[in-house]
């Protein structure tokens, strides 16, 4: 056997604790040896005491050079299915990449065994280590990747330099990627992208070059084709990272790339924000008062990461700031018993639609109507019509937070929505008042934390599928969407359901962990 490579792992040393335990059971020239649990596996020799087999969790390599003499049973090494980024024979050599924990991050790593002449049995058993490694998951995924230099702290550049790219060659990913130079380039590029050439677009960045993807799909003659066909994956760069956390469950650029290799495609619902005849699309939030000059007001810190927003809201907290206005809302269900259980139910039925992906590959999103027209009509108009009569009024002169949410998690420790669901046609809509006490302001900012926020009494909770905000006598302030700013002015929201492509972590995949 051969080992070659900068990161790889020699046979003869350990892998990292990381790399999961084994299960003990060893079959060598067809004849078979169990030690515990019987498990199936798939072999390959590579000689008298080198070995692979395709295990239930991952790559089991059996060394016997590794194995201390007497009757205990060999301890494979094991990479799991997760990790496993690509194999291929060249030549007369099986090369295996790897996503190698090293610290905090993943790195790509290399191992590269000799074979004898019978390829044609290799080549049968790497087919059988990819659909393991990647189940319904695409391979070799094309991706038009914008990198953002000037997101968070600045280090979107050093980490694709670093880890995202070498990831993406690793797995054999068809990579073009590009610099953005200045706000809303985003936009300009996917109004007029080759959607065919590409199967996804990688948003090396903050939560804000994403919503100009997604606005530059849906600002194209065939959005709902553009939408559907053009997934969006979010490789965590920048100081405001929600997107990430929610598809990727984690905040870490090298890790993300990883769950962006495994991930899968997944309808996403969509939000129209309209000012008038303005129409934008919101994949995220939109909030005002409190919680948009908590992200707006402090654009200066950037350079504190995420820690700005926290900083932004105990200001605005022990100030006890209050933001007059009216809300009329399309309420679907009003009550939190009630909320907990469609909640329940939708998981149970995206649980029973993940087992039929697994019989049957993976197709576009199940938006609403995609053909190749536009955005869908707006069914409940603009702020110019009328406020339909089935809608709820609500006063909110002493408002403190308006938060409306696609998605639970709005940065890595702030999970404002719990129940919110990515396909449910639905938005959760927080309502908080801003005269509580500042006891009671902490103790919500502590809940947050500690995944209570759901549960507190001053927590007004709604799902909904549309609102329309009016403010009262004030002449300026902060309105934003997924953590961009627009005019100060009245604006109506609508949800479309699964309208948007998003590619997501596969759970099903062995070694990915829990959500």
């Known amino acids: 056997m051969v080992v070659e490579g900068i990161d790889v792992i020699a046979m003869g040393s350990s892998l990292p604790a990381h790399l999961a335990p ?37 790559l089991e390599i059996y060394d016997g050079e590794t194995t201390p003499p007497g009757d205990n049973p060999p301890k494979p090494q094991i990479i799991p299915f997760y990790n496993i980024l690509w194999a291929e024979l060249d030549k007369n050599d099986l090369i295996i990449d790897f996503a190698l924990p090293l610290n905090e991050n993943v790195v790509p790593s290399t191992l590269k065994f000799s074979i004898g002449p019978d390829s044609h049995s290799v080549a049968n058993w790497i087919s059988v280590l990819l659909d393991c490694s990647y189940r319904e998951a ?49 936009v300009a590029i996917f109004e007029t992208l080759d959607i065919d050439a590409f199967d996804m677009a990688v948003v090396c960045s903050g939560d804000g070059l994403a919503h100009e993807v997604f606005n530059g799909l849906g600002n194209r003659p065939d959005a709902k084709k553009a939408l559907s066909e053009m997934a969006v994956a979010h490789i965590p760069c920048g100081s405001g990272n929600g997107l990430s956390h929610n598809l990727n469950a984690t905040g870490n650029a090298s890790m993300a790339t990883l769950a962006v290799i495994k991930g899968i495609r997944k309808p996403l619902d969509l939000i ?9 699309l919101s994949f995220l939030s939109q909030t005002a008062g409190m919680g948009a000059e908590s992200d707006l007001a402090t654009e200066n810190l950037r350079w504190m990461g995420e820690a700005r927003f926290k ?17 009329a809302v399309k309420i679907a269900i009003d009550d939190k018993g009630s909320i907990m259980d469609h909640y329940a139910k939708e998981k149970l039925k995206n649980s029973l639609k993940d087992k039929q992906c697994q019989i049957f590959p993976e197709v576009g999103s199940t938006g609403e ?56 046609g639905l938005m959760d809509l927080v309502l908080i008042d801003g005269n509580i006490s500042r006891r009671a302001s902490l103790k919500m900012f502590d809940a947050l934390r500690d995944e209570k926020f759901f549960e507190m009494p001053v927590v007004k909770y709604y799902k909904i599928s549309a609102y329309r905000w009016i403010p009262h006598n004030q002449e300026s302030g902060y309105i934003s969407v997924d953590g961009e700013r627009i ?29």
């Not at 990747?145 to 550049?157: D, E, F, H, K, T």
């Open 311 to 327: 900083l932004g809201f105990l200001t605005r907290i022990l100030a006890k700031k209050v933001y007059p206005c009216e809300i």
């Open 272 to 280: 129209s924000v309209t000012q008038g005849d303005t129409r934008v």
């Open 369 to 424: 109507d995609q053909d190749s027209g536009g955005l869908p009509p707006l069914k409940y108009g603009t702020i110019h019509d009328k406020i339909p009569e089935d809608w709820t009024v609500i006063p909110c002169e002493n408002l403190g937070i308006l938060y409306c949410g696609n998605l639970a998690y709005m940065a890595a420790d702030a999970k404002f929505f719990p129940p919110a669901l990515p396909n449910d």
């Open 138 to 186: 695409q391979q070799k995924k094309r991706a038009k990747v914008l990198v953002n230099p000037y997101s968070g702290s600045g280090n979107a550049r050093r980490w694709y330099s670093k880890y995202i790219l070498p990831l993406f060659r690793a797995a054999r990913c068809s990579i073009d990627s590009v610099e953005t130079r200045y706000s809303g380039e985003g």
């Open 487 to 515: 005019p100060f002015s009245p604006y109506q929201a609508e949800v479309h359901k699964g309208l948007g492509t998003v590619i997501m972590k596969n759970h099903k995949i062995a070694g990915a962990g829990p959500s």
């Open 22 to 58: 084994a299960h003990h059971e060893q079959s060598l020239d067809g004849k078979t040896t169990k030690y515990g649990p019987s498990t199936d596996k798939i072999w390959l020799r590579l000689r008298s005491n080198l070995s692979l087999a395709i295990g239930s969790n991952g």
